[in-house]
């Protein structure tokens, strides 16, 4: 069988990228109680860090690279507010794809690594906040590439996230029992849905952190070094 000419081979290897990357992320996180009994949490956090970061970074520079690969579904580049639309929704997606910046320390093993079962802040809009905001960021770059590389990247980070929302419930099933199933009863996945119900009520005051001021930071770096990312990973044949 021949594969029409725009389905170029960056199509399937990124594919296979993010399959790699789920399995040493997912299969890091499911590995995480039974590695801290045995090496614990700080060396663990560094070994998942060593994996996991190359291979981010990996399929980064080979998206930035491919981005246009494949078939030009739309262009709306020309259109004066989509570019700014994009930007907005690139902004909140980091703010619900980092919420993790509240333990920075831990992230970085210099304090003690630990499981948290959060009902606070942006918890309380969704419980898988990062699954969320791969979403917003997925349908911002799609819309601005408009290419079938694009497109699947998108559709690999959304169903990598949709196990992650299944994985992640029942590692904290497993960890919290009655705690979390408490918890899963007063939030919920899809945005503002325990809100809007009733179960859930927001408190803005928990919003108020030096985390998102970090984030905020961290958007105007990535806007001012966007241009400079593109030219250097541009110098990487991939």
């Known amino acids: 069988?021949?594969?029409?000419?725009?389905?170029?081979?960056?199509?399937?290897?990124?594919?296979?990228?993010?399959?790699?990357?789920?399995?040493?992320?997912?299969?890091?996180?499911?590995?995480?109680?039974?590695?801290?009994?045995?090496?614990?949490?700080?060396?663990?956090?560094i070994i998942f860090a060593l994996v996991s970061l190359p291979l981010a970074v990996t399929l980064i520079i080979y998206f930035f690279n491919h981005r246009y690969d494949g078939l030009q579904l739309w262009q709306v580049q020309s259109i004066p507010w989509i570019k700014p639309l994009v930007w907005v929704l690139s902004a909140i997606s980091f703010l619900f794809l980092y919420p993790a910046t509240f333990n920075l320390l831990e992230i970085a093993a210099i304090q003690k690594p630990q499981v948290h079962l959060y009902e606070t802040g942006i918890i309380r809009i969704t419980r898988h906040p990062q699954m969320v905001g791969q979403i917003i960021w997925c349908i911002a770059h799609t819309l601005w590439l408009g290419t079938t590389f694009t497109l699947v990247t998108s559709l690999g980070l959304i169903l990598h996230h949709a196990f992650g929302v299944w994985h992640g419930d029942r590692r904290l099933g497993r960890r919290y029992g009655e705690a979390f199933m408490a918890v899963k009863q007063r939030t919920s996945i899809i945005p503002f849905a325990a809100i809007l119900d009733g179960r859930q009520s927001l408190r803005w005051q928990e919003f108020l952190r030096p985390a998102y001021i970090g984030v905020a930071i961290f958007v105007l770096l990535l806007w001012w070094s966007h241009p400079l990312l593109l030219v250097a990973t541009s110098k990487v044949q991939w």
């Open 1 to 45: 069988m021949m594969l029409p000419p725009w389905l170029t081979p960056s199509h399937f290897i990124m594919l296979g990228l993010q399959f790699g990357f789920a399995i040493a992320h997912s299969g890091g996180a499911a590995l995480r109680p039974w590695a801290e009994k045995y090496i614990g949490p700080r060396v663990y956090r």
